[in-house]
């Protein structure tokens, strides 16, 4: 009998845990109010925008291939071999 009741306290626990994780936005349990919907509705515009924003300015900056070398202006340069002279 004690084992039993320690199972159902557990399950209780955990069924309780998940039940706080479920959101208000699409749970038929909780319906939302005209304002809620509208805020909603706002955030999504706005996330939209700032998407597209930020996808606009990514195409304005140039794709580079070259390799960099932060540390090319405290090295000396490469000696010159027989190859290049």
């Given at each position: ?6 199972a ?7 069924i ?70």
């Amino acid at each position: 009998m004690r084992i039993l009741t320690v199972a159902v306290v557990i399950s209780a626990l955990l069924i309780q845990a998940s039940y706080a994780q479920l959101s208000s936005i699409g749970d038929a349990a909780v319906p939302l109010t005209a304002d809620e919907r509208a805020e909603i509705a706002k955030q999504k515009r706005e996330e939209k925008a700032n998407d597209e924003a930020y996808k606009s300015t990514m195409k304005r900056f140039p794709d580079s291939n070259q390799k960099v070398d932060p540390w090319g202006g405290i090295r000396p340069p490469a000696p010159a071999t027989a190859g290049n002279k």
